[in-house]
């Protein structure tokens, strides 16, 4: 079974992009054999990929959080067209997510079991 999660939401503010990640995470721990999990990071969402995030103590951490999705299998894309709207498509981004494209967004769409969008 394949999950694609969406997320569209900045890092940090709402916990949209920490829930999704715990939902993610989850996934990838109790059913890593059975599912295929992948994360489309689109809009604001695109900056949860940034390398180098510095979080107080005691705060989670988006790209630790993301880290952690890619070491238990997770797939995750980047949005290029965001990225390059918010002045990001050069920067560096988490081991493992790289730019993509609608096209491919489209294509997880419509191979996916389930679709969740934060």
Known sequence: MKTLIIINDAPYGTEKAYNALRVANQLGKDYRDDIEVC???MADGA???LAGQETPDGYYNIER???LSVAKGAKIKICGTCAAARGIKDAEFVKGAELSTMKE???WIATSDKVMTF
């Open 39 to 41: 994360i489309f990071l």
């Open 47 to 49: 900056t949860c990929a």
């Open 65 to 67: 959080m993301l880290k």
């Open 105 to 107: 967004l489209a294509e």
